[in-house]
């Protein structure tokens, strides 16, 4: 359940495609129960980025929020510091490698978020982000010793 159609929309979007990179490497990584990590994963995630919107406004009966926005979030920063480098393209035209995007991501989130102006959770995003790629370093430690290498090799031009 989703505030509008568009929201629903690139959220479905973006899990379909950034699901199916953290797929391929949670296979890599946790072999036959790729699936099960994957799955507690997305869950976790949209319990946990939901926690802070909740503790916020426990106390004001009218607030609503819906969605899975910050396990959607998880995927895409889990697909992130696996790979950093890789383009991410807005509207299929503008592409940034991962990285620099995912930053622009985290720094919208939490101004869109102060501003709770057009009723889409957006501390859901920017904490759904920061679990995935927390979640991704505390169970594969190696994984974010390999986005700092990657980063390390990227070159502006």
Known sequence: MHGDFSHLLWNMLSLYFFGSVVEVYFAYIFGEYSTWYFVVFYLMAVVVSDIPTFLKHRHHPGYNSLGASGGVAAIIFASIIFQPLQNICIYFVLCLPGFIL?????????????????????EAHLYGALFGFIFCMVMYPASLMHFIEQLKSWQLF
Not at 102 to 122: E, F, P, Q, T
């Open 102 to 122: 995912g930053i622009a991501y985290l720094i919208w989130s939490y101004y869109k978020g102060r501003a709770a102006n057009d009723n889409i959770n957006h």
